[in-house]
């Protein structure tokens, strides 16, 4: 588990880490469970034991609470983003509900290390009885008290590995050493895994109960794979290097652990569901080349999100609140009307310039090319290079050509030709090239 360090000079708060787009980064095992707006945690003491904090969202998991500060109390230098591990709270107050409490904000009290006892004061709106419900749920299940013991248990058994116990174990067989005992280990390991995935899929439920399980099954094994050396004789066989790449592959699209929902983010649902995805469209869009189509997006996310399915709603509004965000991707419309997701970083400039090098090569001044051609050159999806060529046309790089064999662009040479002599034949610039790749051709 990540150390942390404590924020202020009373110590209670750890901080919290957060991504770019301001979402807690979650812990391995841990799962976010409820999400509410406005909240302060505050103390009772008379001096305060601690430093309130206003203004925030507070973030319930399985393992902590964490209250993130809103944008519009970012001001303040000294609300940084805070967590309080759920293992540290030792009581909780009952609510009583009376007629003064129907008079003031709704309040949770409970104690922390059995010193100080926290406020937290709910002044935004949210459902505030199903989070008390979802706070007393995660405490009393004590997550964290299994995360130790598996942890535990995976330390004892590797010291147990690595230190000699003779030629026979504890139930009386033989012990074995060398490289068949590696085998037969790694047999063993597989085995277990297989067993796991036939018991997984036997129904849904069964499904659903071993989720936990099987994403960090597929955790270990991507990190086994990550780690290994890409050759091991120079050069390896070509078979099973693309079945190892496939598998990787299959590894790092596990998908979210964590995905925001309705029923945990309430009120704030598009704006929790913004962030997130901010986060996860990193890696599809260095995969794409840094602009991907809004319809490929919905793919990815919702294979990512599992069973909590998203409508193209969803997922149009949390792109466009990326405009009151400081996140590092945009959404983007096309003349055409076709809409992607790209990163702020990506440069038309450049893409302009790589085009103008494809379509001024010699071959490409006779032939021309198409949306294919230029997404091997652009190395992005053949969509994408399309609405670019379109572009490029649009600003007067490029020409088309509609013929029986499809669109074709080549480079727009009439900037180049003197309208007063249209029959001089240059033999200088990119027009003198178009000459001499001609002249091969007739030749």
């Known amino acids: 588990m990540a150390s942390e360090s404590r924020i202020g000079s009373d110590g209670l708060f750890n901080t919290a880490e957060v991504t770019t787009s301001g979402r807690p980064v979650l812990r391995r095992n841990e799962v976010e469970c409820f999400l509410l ?79 100080v006892v926290v406020t937290v004061v709910f002044r935004g709106k949210g459902d505030f009885d ?68 036939q018991d997984a899929f036997q129904d849904l439920n069964a499904l659903m109960s071993k989720a936990k399980e099987m994403v960090s099954l597929a955790e270990k094994m991507r990190q086994k794979l990550l780690s290994a050396p890409s050759s091991q004789n120079g050069g390896g066989d070509d078979e099973e290097m693309g079945s190892k790449e496939e598998m990787q592959q299959w590894m790092l699209s596990v998908g979210i652990i964590s995905p925001v929902t309705k029923e945990s983010a309430g009120a704030l649902y598009h704006q929790e569901l913004s962030r997130q995805l901010a986060d996860f469209v990193r890696i599809p869009l260095e995969q794409a080349g840094g602009m991907i189509s809004l319809t490929d997006m919905y793919y990815h996310f919702n294979r990512a999100r599992g069973t909590e399915l998203i409508s193209p709603d969803d997922l149009w509004q949390a792109c466009n609140l990326w405009e009151k965000f400081d996140v590092p991707v945009m959404l983007r419309k096309f003349d055409s009307g076709v809409k992607v997701i790209q990163n702020k970083s990506h440069s038309d400039e450049e893409v302009m310039s790589r085009i103008r090098t494809l379509v001024t090569k010699t071959e490409t001044l006779r032939t021309g090319v198409t949306a294919s051609d230029a997404a091997l050159t652009l190395k992005i999806a053949p969509a994408m290079a399309k609405e670019h060529l379109l572009s490029a046309e649009t600003k007067g790089l490029l020409c088309r050509d509609m013929s029986p064999d499809g669109l074709r662009f080549y480079f727009n040479l009439f900037p180049e030709i003197d309208p007063t002599d249209l029959h001089l034949v240059k033999d200088i610039g990119t027009y003198g090239e178009w000459v001499k790749a001609t002249s091969l051709l007739s030749v």
């Open 37 to 115: 707006s406005s909240v302060d945690l505050d103390s009772e003491d008379d001096p305060p034991r601690f430093t309130p904090l206003r203004s925030g969202n507070l973030i319930l998991t399985t393992h902590r609470l964490i209250w993130i500060p809103s944008s519009q109390s970012n001001a303040n230098t000294s609300s940084l983003p805070s967590s309080l591990p759920l293992s540290s709270i030792t009581h909780i107050f009952s609510h009583k509900k009376s007629i003064k409490s129907m008079f003031h904000s709704p309040r949770i009290r409970f104690q922390v290390d059995s010193l």
């Open 130 to 197: 199903g989070f008390l419900t979802k706070l007393w749920e995660c405490w009393r299940g004590r997550a964290w008290e299994e995360d130790e013991k598996s942890e535990s248990e995976a330390s004892s058994g590797s010291g147990a590995g690595t230190v000699a116990q003779g030629l026979y174990g504890n139930d009386g067989t033989v012990r074995m050493v060398g490289l068949a005992g590696i085998l037969r280990k790694e047999q063993e390991q597989w085995e277990s895994t297989d067993k796991s995935l």
